[in-house]
Structure formats: structure tokens, C-alpha cells
């Protein structure tokens, strides 16, 4: 999520040199060349990730749940709704690429104009699912040091001490 963020930060440094006030480029070609690359590296950034992202989502949930409500953040129900959402678009393009990528001819391999423009138009497709999580995914991190820092419910709770005895005077 932090190389998405980088990523993200260095389009944004990228798109506000290379466009006029009403946002245009100055080069259509270049532009999206580079916007290319971004949804390019973006994905590879998020490839780590995408396995265990269901897994990560459901523990959060499970986190926040359990946390006192007086220090839950009331943005981190949404920001897990627009992470789930965005999961479930990206495993829906992730199976059309791999169709997509099944039905090119025998020929298309990576260096291809067939393979290369195809994979480039299923990063452009995933590439606002994929700047979500870059967006929203710091609410996963910040669950779970909360979560980390509160007292488990399950802990016990310490016994307090004995009172002391004071011995009588006489």
C-alpha cells in the first residue's frame, strides 16, 4: 500500500507539470504513456497483496467489532466498504484478463503489441480499484494497532491486590 501511495504521489507531481490549469496535457501521447505506467506499476504493487487481501479485510472487521466504540474512527466502516468493493472489481478483472489473455492468438506473449496493449487496458481498468486501496488501506493498518493497544476481552482481568494489615496498637 506505501509503493501505491509513492506511486500515486509521483503521478500526481507527473499529471500537475505536464497539464494546462484546466487540466489538459501538453502531450496526449506522453500523457498516456505514462499513465500507462503508473496503472502498470500501481498493479504490480498491489500484486503482494491481493491473496491475502480478503484475509486482511475480514480480520479489520473482526478487530473493529471488538473496539471500544469511544475509539473507533467513524470514516473505517466506509473505507472497509470501498475496500471490499474494489476487491470484489478486482477479482472480477483479474478472471476477464485471464480470459482475455486465454483468447489471444498463440503468438501474443509479453512484448507484444496484442498481449502488451490488452494487459494495458486491464491495468487501466483496475487502476481506480487499485488507487482505493491505496486511498482507504491505511484504515486496515490503523485497526489493528488500535486493536493491538485496547484490552482484549478475553484478558484476564488482575486481581487486586490484598489489603494490608495493620497491626493493632496497644
Known amino acids: 500500500m506505501r509503493d ?10 507527473y499529471s500537475d507539470e505536464h497539464t494546462d ?12 504513456m505514462r499513465a500507462s505506467q503508473r496503472d502498470a506499476d500501481t498493479a504490480e504493487a498491489f500484486e503482494p497483496l491481493r491473496y491475502g487481501a480478503r484475509h486482511l ?5 473482526t478487530q473493529l467489532a471488538q473496539l471500544p466504540e469511544n475509539t473507533v474512527q467513524g470514516r473505517w466502516v466506509y473505507q472497509l466498504g470501498v475496500l471490499d468493493t474494489a476487491l470484489d472489481r478486482l477479482d472480477e478483472l483479474h478472471e476477464q ?11 501474443a506473449k509479453a512484448g ?7 494487459l494495458a487496458e486491464h491495468h487501466a481498468e483496475s487502476w ?9 488501506g491505511k484504515a486496515v493498518r ?5 486493536a493491538r493497544k485496547a484490552r482484549s476481552p478475553l484478558a484476564p482481568i488482575p486481581a487486586p491486590a ?6 493493632a496498637r496497644k
Open 112 to 118: 507484444t503489441a496484442d498481449f502488451d496493449d490488452a
Open 128 to 136: 481506480s480499484y487499485l488507487d482505493d486501496w491505496a486511498t482507504h
Open 97 to 107: 484478463w485471464l480470459a482475455t489473455r486465454d483468447a489471444l492468438p498463440a503468438t
Open 4 to 13: 501505491s501511495k509513492k506511486i500515486l504521489d509521483a503521478w500526481d507531481a
Open 142 to 146: 490503523e485497526i489493528n494497532t488500535d
Open 21 to 32: 490549469l484546466d487540466g489538459w496535457p501538453h502531450d496526449d501521447h506522453a500523457y498516456g
Open 162 to 167: 490484598p489489603a494490608r494489615r495493620t497491626a
Open 57 to 61: 479485510l475480514a480480520t479489520a472487521e
